[in-house]
Structure formats: C-alpha cells, structure tokens
C-alpha cells in the first residue's frame, strides 16, 4: 500500500475558498471515479497557509497509472482544469509517495476511517521529520518500540504513520488527530511530563538521527473522510 499525498498552495485573498468549492463539486467525483480512495482532505490552521492537504490510498501502483490516464480522458476532468484555470488560484503544488509502517493504523487503500476520539470536532497534527542518510532506520526502530507506546497513552487518535519512497527520502510523515487545539496542548503537555517520554528523548538524542522536524495544524474539510 502506498499513500499519495498532495499539498496545494494557494495565492492569497480568499483563492482556495472558490477553489475548494470547485473540487468538492467536480475535481474530487471525477478523481474518485478513477483514482485510488480519498484517505483525508484538509487546510492548515497553522504551518503555511492557504494550502490543501491531501492523501489517496493505493494497493497497487499500476492501478494508480491506469486511473491517472483514464482521468485525463474524462470530459469532467477537462471541465474542471479549464474551470481551475479561471480561478487562478493555486500558486504551488507538492507531492510525494509514501508507504506506511508495520505499525500504523492505515495498511489498506480502502480501509475505512473509524472515530475514536469524543465529540465531533478534529484538529490534526500533521508532521514531517527529516534523518540524516543512514539514520532513519535506528530511529524508527527506537519510535516503534519505546516511543509510540507512550504516545498512545497520552495523545489523541493515531492516524497513520509512513516513510517516503518518492519525493525528499529519509523522510517520515505521520499524523495525530485532535477533538482540538486545546486538548492537544493538554495531552502533550501531559506526555512531556511523563519521565518515559524524557527517557525517549534521551535515546533518540543518542542516535543523533534527526535533522529537521516540522508541523503543520490541520482541519478536516467538509468531503474528507477523515473528520
């Protein structure tokens, strides 16, 4: 399995809102048609701004080629590249492939998106961590056995959790789900107390494996099937 995930970002002065209607309405059906399942659809709250974030799910990537050329010969889709192109809003395009490890909750492309977190609202920390050439693997291997389990105890929903394969490498890419901003920051704050975390943070150090670490704060659009 294999997760394409997309990040547009827009002009500002209100582009991505017009945008974002267009693709709810057209762009996103016509690419359901023939393109693997819709995993998540988001903006950021906090990181850069007037971007859309992205993610669709294959289990075989000759599927995705077939869907890709079979999309460009939908009349929908030249409809809505034309109709794109009169909003002029996107200013730049990202993407990158990425396939999930052993242990993240999403190992299927059509593995439907099951709530656990209270309430009906949804912020997700969305990040992206850069390794030194060689590193990634020490790192990851310490994540899964010491450092996940502590996060499970004390933060939101585990959504999924990836290396990239195409696009910048020594790369990992995972997001969280939040009921919100502020319980976020309490149940972090509550991890960052807890001395096995501080225990983690010694190890990893140790490996001097991470070269960069950036978040972005998202929110759920209206046809995301994450929300």
Same mark, same amino acid.
């Given at each position: 399995m294999f997760l394409e995930q997309r990040m547009y970002t827009a002009h500002p002065g209100g582009k991505l809102g017009d945008w974002l209607k267009l693709?709810?309405?057209?762009?996103?059906?016509?690419? *359901?048609?023939?393109?693997?399942?819709?995993?998540? $659809?988001?903006?950021?709250?906090? !990181?850069? #701004?007037?971007?859309?974030?992205?993610?669709?799910?294959?289990?075989?990537?000759?599927?995705?080629?077939?869907?890709?050329?079979?999309?460009? *010969?939908?009349?929908?889709?030249?409809?809505?590249? $034309?109709?794109?192109?009169?909003? !002029?809003? #996107?200013?730049?395009?990202?993407?990158?492939?990425?396939?999930?490890?052993?242990?993240?909750?999403?190992?299927?492309?059509?593995?439907?998106?099951?709530?656990?977190?209270?309430?009906?609202?949804?912020v997700v920390d969305h990040r992206t961590y850069d390794f030194h050439p060689g590193k990634l693997a020490s790192w990851l291997a310490a994540y899964g056995e010491t450092g996940l389990p502590i996060q499970k105890k004390h933060l939101g929903q585990f959504l999924f959790m990836g290396t990239t394969e195409i696009g910048p490498i020594n790369q990992v890419v995972f997001m969280w789900a939040f009921e919100s901003l502020a319980a976020r920051a309490k149940q972090r704050g509550a991890m960052a107390a807890d001395p096995?975390?501080?225990?983690?943070?010694?190890?990893?150090?140790?490996?001097?494996?991470?070269?960069?670490?950036?978040?972005?704060?998202?929110?759920?659009?209206a046809f995301s099937p994450i929300k």
């Open positions: 693709y709810a309405a057209l762009g996103n059906p016509t690419s *359901a048609r023939h393109l693997g399942p819709l995993m998540g $659809a988001f903006t950021t709250e906090f !990181g850069p #701004l007037n971007r859309f974030v992205f993610m669709r799910a294959y289990n075989d990537l000759a599927d995705r080629d077939r869907g890709m050329d079979a999309r460009e *010969a939908d009349p929908d889709w030249a409809t809505f590249r $034309a109709e794109s192109g009169k909003i !002029g809003a #996107l200013a730049q395009q990202e993407n990158k492939l990425i396939a999930p490890v052993a242990w993240s909750p999403v190992q299927q492309a059509a593995q439907p998106f099951v709530r656990t977190l209270p309430g009906s609202t949804m096995a975390w501080g225990e983690f943070g010694k190890l990893t150090g140790a490996l001097g494996a991470l070269k960069q670490q950036t978040n972005m704060i998202l929110k759920p659009t």
